[in-house]
């Protein structure tokens, strides 16, 4: 059996606002030395650039400057790239998260659409039978946000919409990132300290960045 820090995962970045959550979560598998697969749409590099001050026009420089010297390994994949590994099911990985996920996205992944890689990637993880995550972003929703979020919950697809609690007192924006990217590793089955867990009211450790 192949081990999961060989596999490693996808992890795709859409134009939806909250593109810190998808870079918190790339980060966080980095440090704990899982192998990376990152895909950005065209609208979530504006939104990158937008939201956190990156540089559109120098992707790869801005890549190596967030991530570069983090132990785990990061391949990026132009979105165009139909023809990369994670395009096919031989290649193996461990599964796939679209964080944010716009509703444009989450629409072509419904409906089977593969005309780009994030796309085509996470068709193969519905075909693979590997687990996919996405975490949507929008408000407020309508009947066809809704009804393609339950065609894909009926299919095994986690969703994780982008919901940052509040029982643990955050102190920072970071704080509330954190909890969402956590929830996502949860999903993951990937351990972290990334947020104090609950236990009926009493803190059960010291919330810790890995």
């Keep these: 059996m192949i081990d999961a820090k060989k596999r490693g995962w996808v992890v795709g970045i859409t134009g939806a606002s909250g593109s810190v959550y998808g870079v918190r979560l790339v980060e ?9 697969h990152l895909v950005v749409s065209n609208a979530g590099w504006r939104v990158l650039g937008e939201e956190l001050g990156w540089n559109a026009a120098r992707r790869e420089q801005a890549l190596q400057d ?15 790239d139909i023809g990369a590994t ?16 716009s509703m444009g996205t ?5 409906s089977g ?11 193969v993880m519905l075909k693979e039978g590997r687990p996919l995550v996405l975490v949507p972003r929008e408000t407020p929703l309508h009947a066809i946000h809704l009804e393609n979020m339950l065609k894909l919950a009926r299919l095994g697809v986690k969703m994780i919409p982008a919901m940052p609690a509040f029982y643990f007192h955050p102190e920072t924006i970071d704080d509330l990132v954190d909890f969402q990217v ?3 590793l ?4 990937i ?3 990334l947020f104090t867990r609950w236990d009926g009211g009493q803190a059960a450790h010291k919330r810790e960045k890995p």
């Excluded at 966080?28 to 990376?36: C, D, F, K, S």
């Excluded at 099911?89 to 964080?99: H, R, T």
């Design 28 to 36: 966080a598998l980095l440090n704990e030395n899982y192998p990376v």
């Design 66 to 80: 967030k991530f570069g010297g983090l132990p785990g390994k990061l391949t990026y994949h132009a979105i165009a």
């Design 86 to 101: 994670i395009a096919s099911g031989s290649y193996q990985v461990e599964g796939m998260v679209i964080v944010p996920c």
């Design 106 to 110: 989450l629409s072509a992944v419904a």
């Design 113 to 123: 659409a593969s005309d780009n890689l994030m796309t085509r990637a996470a068709d």
């Design 182 to 184: 956590g929830k996502i």
């Design 186 to 189: 949860d999903s993951l089955r």
């Design 191 to 193: 351990e972290h300290r």
